[in-house]
Structures are given as C-alpha cells and as structure tokens.
C-alpha cells in the first residue's frame, strides 16, 4: 500500500510539471507576439524554448515508459505545436546540390566586428576573397570599418563590388549591380542603426535593407562587472545577475522599438524588399515576428541542418535573410569563418 501511494505521489507531481511545462511551451510559442515595451514576461519566455521543447520531449519518453497513454497526449500535443518553431533552429531536408548552378542573385550578411580591429588588412581581404569564391552579388556588412591603416577597404573591394552604399559609419552594403538610391536609418540614444540601397538586378528593382539591432548588453555588463572587481571591489552574484537582467530588458525593449521602425520602412517601400543582418535576437521573438512580417525566412525555406551565427558561448541564431514572397530561395546557409564573433550568412534568390 505504501509504495502505491509512493508511485501515485510522484505520478501526480510529473503530471503538474507536464500541464506547467505545456503551459510555458504555449506562452513561450505566443510570446514574439508580445511587446516587451508593455510587459517583458511572455517574451522572456522565447529565449528558452529550446529548454521547453526538450523537457517535453523527456516528459513525453517519461508517460510512454509508464504506458499512461493519455497524460502523454500533453506534451505529443505541445510537440506537435512546436513544429513551426524548431524549423527555426533545426532543418531536416538535404542539402541541394543542384541549386547553386541556377541563375540568381546570391545575398551575403556579415557582422565583421571591426575586422578584429586589425591594421595589414588581411582579415577585410580574405573577407573579400571569401565572398568572391561563394559568388556574392551583394554583400551587407554590420560594424564595418573602411580605415585600414593608410588604406580604404572600399578601394580593394570596388573591382569586385563596382557599386557601394554607406549607412553609419559601421554599414555598408557593397553590390555588383547598380544601385540607384540609398537611405540611412538612425535610431535614436544608440550607435546601432539600419539603411537599405534600391539595387537593378538587370532591370528587376529591388530593396535591401541591412540591419544592426540593438546588442544585448551581457557581454558590455559582463565586462564592467570585471573591471569594477579589478579595481578591489566586491561584487556579489546577485548583484552580477540584477546588472545582466536589467541591461537585456533595456536592450530587448530597445530591439523592440528599432524593428517597429524597420517594418514601417518595409511597408512604405514600393519595391519586393530583401531583409537581412543582424537583429541580435532569436527566431520567435517579438523582433523576428515584426521583422519578418509578410516575408519568408530563408532558412525555413531552402536550409538545411542545424543553424546558428553566433560564435560566442551562446550558439543562436541572430543573423538573417528573409525576402518577399515573389523570390524564390535556392540555398540558404553560414561559413564557419574565423574572423569575428558571428558567422556569414549566405542566400541564393532566384528573381
């Protein structure tokens, strides 16, 4: 009788931790459609999805052991709803082979980090020799510098990317096709900033828009926090979590703001627009949603295998490229480049 009671006791607390697992899944899954402007709970939850999904997979393994066929309804259930999102993260279809052979415009998106704040001009180089073996038409770079020592990048990179467009200082978008029309983007108490140049693709006019959102802020913390210690003084842990907590809620309401921004530019344009950089958030959140709006997630389309562009210790996905609806993606996928914190991104649209 006593074990019974044991195997009840610990079947009732599994079954709460499924309905709370579910239930976070659910609000986790809503949340990109929350504006942390107003509340930030819900679209916390985005951030750890990944998290969710797998507890609900081993829920799920845990009811089917048990042969409790229909407490595993719950989490099969919330699994089943997580589809969209894990298609985000996770490609299962092969790589085509057969796809890089077709004509097309073939975009790039890079996040240089200041080219490791070098002085020969190897790494912006290489760079450029990279982009010319991949067969890039356009290329969009996030914290580009064109200084380098007594040279200019766009220099060198103009025989091969005839036509330039400036933002900010840190953005540019180089391209083998004219571009006709370009336009800065600032955002307001930050250095982060977007533009778009009106590129003709052999008379075809199209949009694009390279974006720098704003950062999340731990790694800024994290730094200070060192500093401040260095310099004698004791800083507790909970002080360190509070800092990192407060920093991310400002950065993600930041985000937030700038994407609102973005998606009005996207919607005055009146011309199919390509949108791509570095939005410094994950897919589902309230950024990637108003982001990608009507336009298609090139990953989600033609990628394959598992996807993330950051290089740090947090492996996510932050870059991207999405597109209108009336292009057609060909490949969609990163080079493991070496050359700052984050990974190129590489498209191919068929027009």
Known sequence: MGKLAINKYFSFLFLIA?????????????????????????????????????????LLIYWLVRRRWHW??????????????????????????????????????????????????????????????????????????????????????????????????DMVIYSRFPISASKKIEFDQTNNSAMWADIDVNGKQLRVFN?????????????????????????????VANAIYGNYMLGMIGRAGQANIIANEQRMSDKPCIVCGDFNDVPYSYVYNTMLGDLVDGFKECG???????????????????????????????QELTYSDHYPVFMKLEL
């Open 72 to 169: 595993a309804i719950i989490p099969f259930i919330t699994i089943l709803c997580s589809i969209p999102y894990c298609g985000t993260l996770v490609q299962l279809r092969p790589t085509n082979q057969d796809a890089e052979a077709k004509s097309g415009l073939k975009i790039a998106t890079y996040n240089v980090a200041l080219f490791g704040r070098e002085t020969t001009g190897f790494m912006a180089q290489d760079i450029l020799s990279q982009m010319k073996k991949h067969k890039v038409d356009v290329l969009c770079m996030q914290e580009y510098t064109d200084v380098i020592g007594d040279k200019t990048n766009s220099d060198s990179y103009k025989e091969f990317f005839p036509y330039m467009a400036i933002g900010r200082t």
């Open 304 to 334: 394959s295998g598992w996807m993330f562009t950051f290089r740090g210790n947090k492996s996510v996905r932050i870059d991207y490229i999405f597109h209108d609806k009336q292009f057609n993606g060909l490949t969609y996928y990163k």
């Open 18 to 58: 499924t309905v709370l697992v579910s239930c976070f899944t659910f609000a986790g899954l809503y949340g990109g459609n929350s504006n942390p402007v107003y509340s930030t709970i819900m679209p916390m939850l985005v951030y750890v999805l990944p998290l969710l999904v797998i507890a609900n997979f081993l």
């Open 211 to 239: 974006v720098h959102l704003e950062t999340t802020g731990i790694n800024r913390t994290l730094h200070n926090m060192a500093k401040i210690k260095s310099q004698g003084t004791i800083v507790s842990n909970n002080r």
